[in-house]
């Protein structure tokens, strides 16, 4: 291995699941050095062909390893190449591709798994550098489990992690107990075109306010952050009567934390909002409301693109029968149960939600349909989101083309992915990392609205 002279260096040993989770995991070592066993190209092989979302990661996975490896000969293969990440960048760390253990197969795990060669390739190479520092890196739970039984270092791979813990997560407003005034010694309010603003000046003891953000207190007062530099802080007033009567296609909001969703729904300068919140918090029929309103009655998107990440969704669609859409809604069936509560007291709920339907310009896609595509003045609702890596999230956001906004509902409490918790989620990630965007925001849902059925479960099961 190369730079025995620096003890700080580790070896990182990659696991097939860390490169699907984000196909440029080689790149995220930064000076230490990276291992991929022959067992992980091979399982990559396996997965790269077809239209499955993973397929389309392995493929990347692949070629990201075969630009770092290059022209390079075997011998450099073996001992580490370096790893250049620009043209003109310094190369930082190196990657090698490793064959499996056979020679020391009777000493390690019976290698008819696909595991158990990687954790055996990891203690050879642990017995021959006894020196050296050597890690697995596995998004799989019992993976690491078998490899730390065996004596080995095993971790998670936390790159794309920006949070300890998901309670630290913004949740779109600060409350104050009292009045949010008390604390303010200075402020200078102006009125322009039915608006009421107050420029606020800045002071070590406020919190670190974030564009987009809004300010509660118990007095009534409710506002909304459009602007903020090192200077001071712009507050837009949101009279709490007006943003609580509002009706968004017949929907007006349950609580002022839906009011608050409905304020960025509606905004047409708001180009990404995301929704967390528990079950039945009211995520779907808000931004479906919205959609609806912002397609059908002001004209400002031209359609409605829905897509959703289910475990299972990528193999099972190819197998119902009908066009993409009429596969599609069966995975869907939250939109249609959200039309049906919009138009529950109607006199023909069905002709209204079929009137809807043929009106609207919906269209149900699958993720496997999405890469490549460029959504133009589109309202995009991405469901479920909680479930996607931050690579897929990255890959669908980034199909919203000119005028097109994009919604992203999610409950980080139930995720159904294999290799995600609720710190390695794509929607925790995209959280974190839209906080202060000028033109996205996040609202953290409130209660459960649903029914006290499933208030009571939510808090009990």
């Not at 990891?122 to 050597?134: F, M, V």
């Not at 630290?168 to 107990?177: A, I, K, R, S």
């Amino acid at each position: 291995m190369p730079r025995e002279d620096q003890p700080q260096i580790k070896t990182y040993v990659v696991d097939t699941n860390v490169l699907i989770h984000d196909p440029t995991a080689v790149l995220s070592f930064e000076e230490h050095h990276v291992v991929i066993p022959m067992t992980v190209l091979e399982e990559l092989d396996q997965l790269k062909n077809g239209k499955q979302a993973v397929a389309a990661d392995c493929r990347q996975a692949i070629r990201t390893i075969d630009r770092l490896i290059g022209d390079a000969d075997p011998h450099d293969i073996d001992n580490g190449v370096p790893i250049r990440r620009g043209e003109k960048s310094e190369p930082l760390g190196t990657v090698s591709i490793a064959m499996g253990a056979q020679d020391d197969a009777e000493h390690g795990l019976p290698d008819h798994l696909a595991d158990n060669r990687i954790i055996n390739l990891l203690a050879q190479l642990q017995r021959q550098h006894s020196e050296k520092t050597i890690i697995l890196v596995s998004k799989d739970i019992n993976m690491r489990l078998k490899a730390r039984g065996c004596g080995l270092e095993a971790q998670d791979y936390q790159t794309d992690q920006l949070v300890d813990d998901v309670r630290y997560l913004p949740t779109g407003y600060h409350e104050f107990e009292g009045s949010f005034w008390d604390d303010i010694e200075k402020v200078e309010t102006v009125q322009r075109a039915g608006i009421t603003e107050h420029l606020i000046p800045r002071n070590e003891a406020m919190p670190a306010y974030q564009i987009n953000e809004f300010i509660l207190d118990q007095q009534g007062f409710i506002g909304r952050i459009t602007e903020t530099d090192s200077e001071r802080i712009v507050v837009k007033d949101l009279f709490q009567d007006d943003l609580m009567h509002q009706q968004v296609w017949g929907l007006s909001p349950r609580d002022v934390y839906q009011g608050l969703a409905l304020e960025l729904l509606m905004d047409p300068d708001v180009h990404l909002v995301n929704l967390t919140g528990s079950a039945g918090s009211g995520k779907t029929i808000l931004a479906l409301a919205a959609a609806i309103e912002l397609t059908v009655a002001s004209k400002t998107y031209k359609r409605i693109i829905t897509t959703r990440s289910t475990q299972g969704l990528d193999e099972d669609i190819g197998f119902l029968p009908g066009s993409e859409s009429e596969k599609m809604e069966p995975w869907l069936g939250a939109i249609v149960d959200n039309l049906e509560a919009l138009h529950e007291d109607d006199e023909n709920m069905t002709s209204s939600v079929d009137y809807i339907l043929s009106k609207v310009p919906m269209q149900f896609k699958s993720l496997n349909y999405i890469r490549g595509r460029s959504f133009q003045h589109s309202l995009i609702i991405i469901d479920e989101s909680q479930n996607l890596t931050p690579h897929q999230l990255k890959t669908i956001i980034t199909r919203a083309g000119t005028g097109s906004k994009v919604v992203c509902l999610g409950n980080l409490s139930q995720i159904d992915t294999a290799y995600l918790n609720s710190l390695s989620s794509g929607l925790t990630y995209m959280t974190e990392r839209f906080k202060g965007f000028k033109h996205g925001g996040h609202i953290h849902l409130q209660g459960v609205p649903r029914s006290p059925l499933a208030e009571y479960a939510e808090e009990h099961l």
